[in-house]
């Protein structure tokens, strides 16, 4: 169960609830008493750790077993796995669906939704009196809201960020503790971290022998709709054209993302990936952790990229790439077969 | 054009003044006019998209389709660009200087220089009565500033970032919000971006089954002057000989810097480097992104570390390395085409 | 010496107390008088730096002929190195013991502990009313420390830092400028340096085009007694589990420790680490910089994972580990050699 010290439960739900929410059905072969649909689930839980009044989900055919053995009031279960079943007894009930692990984010979210906020501003925030508040906003002790800022309806601004002239954040925005953001307009529904820093100079600069010669960055940072950054994660303002993270992107800790890099809608970049200034990232591209790209590249829609590899060329639609310099991950697989093998001869 | 929510342009400017500025020349064959030379600049562009009333550079000989078609009032270029030219008619006044996009970046400084900081410490800042502080200095609301600290003339502090005890920071120089630093003594017209580390305790400690036991780190850390770190970076003081940052180094986001280690004047360190303990690297060194060297080694002058690598050894004057253990560029090239090769057979 | 400036030493020592502190033995060899043992140590110094008045120490065996010239008052040294000494003459007084850095590092804690804190609330920080604080606590200007806190005894929050609803921090914990913690529950004795985020949501949502769908993060982390995290760097909460970091460990600048990972006793995880969910590392695993590991993995105890290598497997116990994806490095070694050769005759 969720520590209580630090989650609220809005549980517990009646079971025909968790049903109607997910649009999940019952398995043909199992029956089901309307006593069995008010039953209360009191929480999520586990696969292996699920007990009576838990409610979990089985997706990953590894856990097999666990299922086998679940105790759980109810189950998450893809249709596929409805054939394999010979007897219902001692299972859960077993609720159908398509894709159990977001069915059971879903009832997550309806548990423990993202703690509402409580509006006002503490009288020890530093809030220019040009900047723009909108309703229902929450502004924390210590952060700092400098001149011709706009704070868009019901949006959190945690303790100690510094929100730095001009900038715009949308509706329903979570700024999290010590963030600071210049040179930026921010959507609706955005959510970042801890310690995030965004709309600093991106590094550009006229290298010299008789000095580095900064060139001023005169873009900034557009950020869309629904996107989450993680703690730590650094994004650069355009040096004239714009550095834009589109709808949809989840970007995990610890990320750089350089001057003029555009991720499109959906992007997944995991921690630790660096993004050079000017590359072009497509939709739903995965960046999976400590993986990078070199600058001026163009990464194709719905594109993999393995940990910590690096993309040193464009990269088409659809590719899985691998590797440092990145290459097809078949590829890539067969060289490190390859270079197993070498070594056997030796 | 840069964005007036959070770009004050200095401009326009007079042709003839950027000329000056730059001492970029008249094309021979291309005639001026007085009139022509009294045009206004309205702004700096990129080549594609520049226009009448801006100025632009052509130096990536990639983009000549885009510099035959430009419509800027005015172009840096190379004199070898005047050789490829039969036609002036439809291209913008020439200016040719050798150096075209550092001519630019002059000229970007000149529209938009590093915003003036009003001189002015906060009531909401905590200064301790033992600080020196100079003339023209700026502390911003929620800025620590504890005793013995000592901030030279014209220096800004923004928003809640740290100043610990007996730092001393030079002239002009420009500290970001939420940075902390501590064990520092820092020069004239340094910049740390945001949420920068400076001065925590080295990465230490005698291991033993029983308990690491840490070992004090009896360092500092020294930064010369015209120094730039990047956002969310890291540097710890020395062990007991000082960690020491040239005059001129420009470091990236998310860089670490070990204890002890050294950087000679003019480095460049991208994004997501690190340097490990006791390391010392020579003039003019470039770390690209996501690279790294290990500890007690020598880079000697000039040396190039290309992206991802790791320094395993040290590396002599003017080389360049790739890889992992690092090798001269040229033999990690043939390493990788040998491994496609390798591949191919089977 | 250490800089007066930041460093405030507690000696001079006699060496009498030095070798009682240590357990250091004199050499059978090397007469000492009472007076001898009188002399005063005034400060610690490197082998090749120490003189009169210095302690030093002496283990690699690299700087031999440092040590034969050493002009240190005193000099940790292991019982080896004396059937190399022919005549004592010039010597610094031998101090046998079977570990010389360990040996130092004792006599640096007792030369420059840690700065005693100085108990007190600054009114400029803003605690709540329910948060309970224990005796001799140092609490900073800015520091928020939220709802149902606890704060062990002599345990100091620096300036700026965010301490999140029902956090609990055990005694004589350092928490440094700009750290934001919430959903933890912390042992005794643990250190986190400058902007290090702990208990922020894991990277968890159910990926789909029609929009990524959040998955609350219903657990906590869990640092227990005795535990190092450096600046900059964030450990995730967990998905349910918990991420747990075990009693002794040292986790330097940078490092991502992702959800639900658990760390066990005395790990070491050197800089821009990276640790993915779910990933069970065991007692005394050593990960050295840059260096990575997938998710779901189980490292057994004692593991060394080399510079920059990636963890894609399970890693049974006393391995050590290289390269991506990682092998035991002495096939790893060989897998460089090969490589080499290829090009070599190509």
Redesign the interface.
Known sequence: M??P???DSKGPFDLHKVIALTEASLAPGQSASQDDLYQKIYD???LSQAGNGHLTFFENPKYLDEFKSCRATACFVHPNVLEKIEDFQGLPLLLVHK?P??A???V??A???DKEIEAGV?D?A?IDHSAKIGKGVSI???A?IEE?VEIGDHTAI???A?I???VKIGARCRI???C?I??ALIGDDVSM???V?VG??G?G?????E??????Q???VLIGN?V?I???T?I?RGA??DTIIGD?C?I???V?V?HNAQLDK?C?L???V?I?GSTKVGK?VTFA??S?S?GHLTVGDGVTVA??S?V?NDVSAGQTVAG??A?PVN?WR??????????KK?
């Not at 600069?205 to 022998?209: G, T």
């Open positions: 969720a520590d010290r630090f989650f999520l839980e586990a894709k692990r977001r059971y984010a879903v997550a979210n548990f423990y939704p503490s020890r530093m924390a002790s210590g700092v011709n945690d303790a100690n510094v730095k002239q001009g999290g503790a010590g600071v210049s040179h971290l801890r310690n820093s600093q100079r590094f600069f006229d290298p010299s022998p000095g580095h010669l900064n060139v001023p005169l873009g900034r629904d989450e993680g703690a730590g650094t650069d004239g054209p949809g989840r995990d800790n610890l750089q350089g959906g997944v995991v921690s630790q660096g050079s739903f952790g400590q990078g070199a940990a910590k690096g040193t440092f310099p290459v590829i067969k060289q490190v077969v390859a270079l197993k093998r070498l070594v030796s």
